[in-house]
Nanobody, 121 residues
């Protein structure tokens, strides 16, 4: 089992930056595929970036070149650096952990509570 807690969301103007954190407790998250997903009002939850140590990292086309995922295994913490933010990035952002590396949120077992990111124009 792993527990995930996100932080770092907030309100930012278009073009600004935010860094989200996902702190994991319980089993080391290096054992899992990890990802960031987001859900805008009235829309489905979609993947932003997924990664697994020693395997690969995949970014959604909408964020490629602007968002960067990183992880500190010693702190059991994953980060999402978001630059050049756009109003369409507004959503609740979730971190997730699961047994296999996919872009499908339904395959991820553990979820944080989410953190709101709002980008004003």
């Amino acid at each position: 089992q792993v527990q995930l807690v996100e932080s770092g969301g907030g309100l930012v103007q278009a073009g600004g930056s935010l860094r989200l954190s996902c702190a994991a407790s319980g089993r080391s998250f290096s054992s899992y595929a990890m990802g960031w997903f987001r859900q805008a009002p009235g829309k489905e939850r979609v993947f932003v970036v997924v990664t697994r140590s020693g395997v690969s990292t995949s970014y959604a086309d909408a964020v490629k070149g602007r968002f960067t995922i990183s992880r500190d295994n010693a702190k059991n913490t994953m980060y999402l650096q978001m630059n050049s933010l756009k109003p369409e990035d507004t959503a609740v952002y979730y971190c997730a952990a699961g047994p296999i590396l996919t872009m499908n949120p339904s395959t991820y077992t553990y979820w944080g509570q989410g953190t709101q990111v709002t980008v004003s124009s």
